[in-house]
């Protein structure tokens, strides 16, 4: 007689479910509160240059205070370098295993000073910094836990999917903008984790703020498809215009160098000074942007007023993103974006081209297409801004304008912005074959050189073990013969301290021509 056999559970999914609960939940307080505290001082800011207008020598002991403020988040950049600028890269950089950092400094400095910024009026944003937030959380988490490895990694790229989602109520744009531009990685588990930190945070997130999309735009109607023809252009437009904000960006810190006898942390003081023109003269503009981009969807001032407003706007946004300053370029990016529709669609509509009601149409597809193009991550342009503006009727005229504009920049030559300043980062990594072992997960790409080519004939990075290759739920074991094909996720094997230079050579490899760099 047959023994029955016992069936075994495998609880490694309701695990990442469990634990990605417990990160949304934290992540989702921390950034709700940094949200919060942002919109309350950012209303208080308006109201103060209201009052400053009537009593200007007030501003004397105001300027005093803002520079006191630029000095004081300049020294705490200083001593915590990892608050600096946006913090997608950082956590992009962990995840890839290309840097590190203390958690807890970064956190409450981060937080801080990313109220104290983007709160006083600056153009920047606080999508990025919210990111970073939510991946020190988890950090905070799995280090309670005493979890390391790809443990670890689940739980910050769980972390930063919920930073993001409680920034914007968009939990599944976040979920992908994780996989698509900052993991890098499709994997059940990655995917399960960073979906139910995002919800999670999400729900926390609309429990302070409510149901209302953050970009809520009314519209009369949707685009017909006679129309269409605008898009390509409006999509080429965003695309050059990206490609010139890449390059301002990439290159903002320096400028400062050259023009600026200050220490590269009190950098800072510039914007904060250059804030107070602005909050007196334009006080819609302070901050990251969103409150303007709801504001002039509504009532869209004339086409020279926008012209100025997106000057306005491009420079001092690279200003104060390139001081170092804690904060990002992620909200920014779509007012300028909107900035842009605005003005297309007055051009449009100047020579007969397109009727007046659409305008607000064309605001909306340029805010997704400009950060395609920038970011290079279509999809993830899409899904957020459907989410934030809170409807699905856009999604075929979104789609347009968000290729049409990645393809520009592509052939213009431009890199996703988020893996160009990792890239001003880090340095190149050594070969290191000492530690515990990891996994590296890492997925071939169509037209490369890799697809097609024989295991045999790759010279794999030093230190590293090709495992497995899965091919969709089909797991090969890899021989020598083993042919490469587009869409295998190669699973290798590798000393933990070894991640970022196998995986900065596997990306070479996969760019490239198959052949590791001498």
């Known amino acids: 007689m047959k023994r029955k056999q016992r069936t075994q559970h495998d609880f490694t999914r309701l695990s990442a479910i469990f634990f990605g609960s417990i990160v949304g939940l934290l992540a989702g307080a921390v950034v709700s509160t940094f949200r919060l505290a942002i919109e309350h001082l ?45 913090g997608i890269p950082q956590v992009e950089g962990q995840l890839a295993g290309e840097l590190d950092y203390a958690w807890w400094p970064v956190l409450w400095k981060k937080f801080v000073s ?6 006083a009026g600056l153009f920047l944003g606080r999508e990025g910094p919210s990111i970073q937030l939510g991946g020190t959380v988890a950090q905070g988490v799995a280090e309670g836990f005493r979890f390391k490895g790809s443990q670890r990694r689940l739980l910050i790229a769980g972390g930063a999917a919920a930073g993001l989602s409680a920034a914007f109520n968009a939990p599944i744009a976040s979920t992908l903008f994780i996989l698509e531009e900052v993991y890098h990685n499709f ?18 997130s609309n429990e302070v703020f409510g149901l209302t999309p953050v970009l809520h735009i009314t519209y009369q109607s949707a685009l017909p498809l006679h129309y269409y023809g605008l898009l390509l252009l409006l999509g080429i437009g965003l695309g050059l215009l990206g490609y010139v904000y890449q ?31 602005i909050g007196l003269l334009w006080p ?55 900035l842009l529709g605005a003005i297309g ?30 970011s290079k991550a279509p999809f993830t342009a899409i899904l957020l801004i459907t989410e934030m503006v809170g409807t699905l009727h856009h999604l075929m005229p979104l789609a347009v304008v968000a290729i049409v504009a990645y393809i520009t920049v592509d052939v213009l030559g431009g890199a996703p912005i988020y893996e160009a300043m990792l890239e001003q980062m880090v340095k190149p990594a050594q070969a290191k074959d000492v530690g515990p072992t990891d996994r590296i997960e890492f997925a071939v790409n169509e037209g490369t050189d890799l697809v097609g080519k024989q295991v045999r004939d790759i010279v794999w990075p030093t230190g590293s073990l ?38 900065q050579q596997l990306t070479h490899l996969n760019d490239s021509s198959g052949q590791l760099p001498d």
């Open 42 to 86: 950012l209303k208080l800011m308006q109201s103060l240059y209201g009052w400053f207008g009537q009593n200007p020598l007030w501003l004397i002991p105001w300027a005093l205070l803002l520079v006191a403020i630029a000095v004081l988040i300049g020294h705490w950049t200083k001593q915590t370098p990892m608050i600096k600028g946006s």
């Open 114 to 119: 990313g109220i104290l910024g983007i709160g």
């Open 187 to 204: 994997s059940t588990l990655v995917w399960l984790t960073s979906l139910t930190s995002a919800v999670v945070a999400n729900f926390v």
């Open 247 to 277: 390059w301002a960006t990439l290159n903002g810190a320096s400028w400062y160098a050259k023009i600026t006898w200050l220490p590269k942390h009190l950098d800072g003081i510039i914007p904060f000074l250059l804030v107070i023109p």
């Open 284 to 338: 819609v503009a302070l901050g990251g942007g969103n409150g303007m981009i709801v504001l002039f969807a509504k009532h869209t001032p004339l086409l020279l007023p926008l012209i100025g407003y997106f000057i306005l706007r491009f420079c001092f946004s690279t200003i104060s993103y390139s001081s170092g300053l804690p904060g990002g370029i992620f909200l920014p990016i779509l007012a300028l974006g909107a």
């Open 345 to 374: 669609a007055r051009l449009f509509v100047a020579v007969g081209w397109l009727p007046q009601i659409y305008v607000a149409n064309l605001i909306i597809y340029a805010m997704a297409g400009y950060f395609a193009g920038i």
């Open 466 to 503: 090709l495992v497995s290759v899965r091919r969709g739920e089909r797991a090969v074991i890899p021989h020598g013969d083993t042919i490469l094909r587009a869409g295998d996720m190669l699973v290798i094997f590798t000393y933990q301290n070894n991640r970022a230079y196998v995986r």
